[in-house]
């Protein structure tokens, strides 16, 4: 069965400070990997997305992941984050199909 | 800004009552897909639409339907509320072959 797990609740960090959120996927066949942002009383935001190719992904807001099928992750960091990258992370998965499953979500919280 | 809308953005409603949500998909997008996200938690899968047929579901009850119009305008419909249909419900529309999905700002329930 597939499955995303977004292995820390919560990440606090310093404004300027470097970031990675974690993200690990069990699935039998490829997938394309996703993360979202949602700020508060907000829908979800793509930040980037990999399908194939470069595993190396480069998404808005400064944000990268890269996909790593041998670990089976797909962490996303910032080299220097923001206040206003203050929100709920969410790493999703899905096969192709119609079903996209999504992780329990990261709380960053940047502090000045 | 996805295109993608969602009505009413909040409501209210009691245990057995019925609810319509609403959703407008950006245009040329042929799937819709709906979203439960708890409090605290990832959204969750309840069903797709394409082509305003049903093309997959996850593990939700009956009573949680759906249509799809051709003018890309999709409804959710939930009968016999419980309270722990208390909840953000989120759309996503995207083409075919679902690589990406858009999400709508959400419609927040509250059922007492």
Do not use: M
Request: glycine residues 8%; proline residues 4%; neutral net charge.
């Amino acid at each position: 069965a597939q499955s995303v797990t977004q292995l820390d609740s919560q990440v606090p960090v310093f404004e300027e400070a470097p970031v990675e959120l974690r993200c690990n996927y069990s699935s039998s066949v490829s997938v394309y990997l996703f993360w979202y942002v949602q700020y508060p009383n907000q829908g979800l935001q793509l930040l980037l997305k990999y399908l194939s190719g470069s595993t190396l992904v480069k998404g808005i807001n400064g944000f990268e992941a890269e996909f790593n099928k041998s670990q089976t992750s797909f962490h996303l960091r910032k080299p220097s984050v923001h206040i206003s990258d203050t929100a709920e992370y969410f790493c999703a998965a899905h096969t192709g199909g119609f079903k996209t499953i999504f992780g329990a979500g990261t709380r960053l919280f940047v502090k000045a | 800004e996805t295109g993608v809308t969602q009505s009413p953005t909040h409501l209210i409603k009691t245990r057995g009552q019925q609810v319509t949500l609403r959703c407008s998909s950006q245009s040329g997008h042929n799937t819709v897909s709906w979203y439960q996200q708890a409090l605290g938690q990832g959204p969750q899968f309840i069903f797709q639409y394409y082509r305003e047929e049903e093309n997959g579901r996850g593990n939700f009850p009956p009573r949680f339907s759906g249509l799809q119009f051709p003018n890309y305008s999709s409804e959710l419909n939930v009968n016999a509320l419980e309270l722990d249909d208390s909840a953000l419900y989120l759309c996503a529309s995207g083409t075919g072959n679902q690589e990406t999905q858009y999400f709508g700002p959400g419609t927040r329930l509250l059922v007492l």
